[in-house]
Structure formats: C-alpha cells, structure tokens
C-alpha cells in the first residue's frame, strides 16, 4: 500500500469511527428516577421582568421548567417570603441603596430592593408555571432579621429550612435545580445540596443570572468547584 493510499485509509476509518460515535453522544441523557427531585428556585413575580427585583430575561425559564417536570416524579418550589422592612432592604437603612451592602450579624450583606413582601402579588408564583406534581413549597426569608438565598439554609449558615431531611427521608439522591438567579438563590442551593450529600445538577438554560459585578461567572466557578454539574434539559429530555 502506498502512503497516499495509506492516509486515504486512516483519514476513511477516522471519519467512519467518528460517525459511529456521533449517534450514540447524540441519544445521551441524564437518568431519572424515583430518587431524583426537580427544585424549582424563587420563578416569582417579583423576580421576571415587571417585577421588583426582575432578572432579564427571567420569565423564559418558564416554559423550559415546565417541560422538564414532565419526566419528574418529584418535585420541590422554593419561594421568597420577606417581611416588611427586612434586614435585606436598603429601604431599612438610612442613606443605603440598592445593591450597596452592609454588615449583619452573620457578615456581609447585600442589599435588595424591597421585593417578594409576604401576601403580595409580586411574591405570588409566576401565573404560567405549571408544576401539578408539586409535593412541597419551601418559603424562605421569612425571618425579619436573616436573609435566605438557599433552599436548605438560611444566610446565616447554621438555620436549616428542614428541605435535607424532607428528600432525605423520601429516599432522594439526586437533585436537579432550576429557577432565578443563577447565580444568588440557585448557586446556593446547589452548593447546599452538595454539602447535605447529594449528587446535584443545575439545568443551565433552566435558571437565569443577575451578574452582580461578575457574580454569575464566580458562581459557576463556585459551583463547579463544589462537584456541582452543569447540564442543559436537552441532557434529560433527549
């Protein structure tokens, strides 16, 4: 065999291999089962465009969480619930703006603008989410004094919202984390779930980032270097 014919040989081998691979990574998914939880992360009122605290292009996790709960048997919400004038409004401090900070007694604080106030309809949940198989809604921030990004702990780092122990006891593994924002109530949810001992995935095209001066790039960078996988709802719808 010459070496032209020899090249010619390889590169055809090459190519065929890496058709015969293309099928197999093309009908890949993720495994669900009665062991994994889809939570659906604050897709309130007050955090799509219109809101209070609105997230660009928030309300178009919408559609894509509704479709991914379709292949979930379990199910969790997650929901802002502040009282009036709560530690983490700038309106409670004089001269304080939004997105400025302060220092509370668990550390650094950012400060929002006043959103998700108990009752509201801006706290209501977003009117086309339609998740029938719902099981729970862990409301979070309730407490005046604390604020709580994390569907497992308040930002003091020490009150637990009793969702660990929930999945816990229904047998839950694996977790899969949608919703607003990426990169504040998500990341620290999937971080949480990690340290409870749970295998976690983030559907990326599921959540949508405030980018808080870079804060979305650090949160993934966070995430990832958690053991936090970073998936889109194609890897479980096919």
Not at 133 to 157: C, H, L, M, T, W
Request: hydrophobic share 40%.
């Amino acid at each position: 065999m010459t070496s032209h014919a020899r090249r010619t040989f390889l590169q055809t081998c090459s190519v065929a291999a890496l058709g015969a691979a293309l099928p197999a990574f093309a009908a890949f998914k993720l495994k669900l089962d009665a062991r994994s939880a889809l939570i659906v992360v604050d897709v309130q009122n007050c955090f799509v465009p219109g809101g209070t605290l609105p997230v660009k292009e928030g309300d178009q996790v919408v559609p894509v969480i509704n479709k991914v709960a379709e292949v979930f048997q379990n199910i969790v919400i997650t929901q802002d619930w502040h009282t009036p004038s709560h530690a983490s409004f700038a309106s409670a401090y004089s001269g304080k703006k939004p997105f400025e900070t302060t220092q509370l007694s668990y550390g650094t604080q950012v400060l929002w603008p006043d959103h998700c106030i108990q009752g509201t309809e801006d706290a209501a949940l977003h009117k086309d989410l339609n998740l029938p198989r719902a099981q729970v809604i862990i409301r979070k921030g309730y407490n005046p004094g604390v604020d709580s990004y994390s569907a497992f702990e308040e930002a003091d780092r020490k009150t637990p919202t009793g969702l660990a122990g929930y999945l816990k006891q229904r047998h839950i593994r694996t977790v899969y984390i949608t919703g607003l924002a990426t990169d504040f109530c998500v990341a620290w949810t999937a971080m949480d779930a990690r340290k409870a001992g749970f295998e976690v995935y983030v559907i990326e095209d599921a959540t949508r980032g405030i980018d808080l001066n870079g804060s979305l790039a650090k949160a993934w960078k966070q995430m990832s270097s958690k053991g936090v996988h970073r998936v889109q709802s194609a890897d479980l719808l096919g």
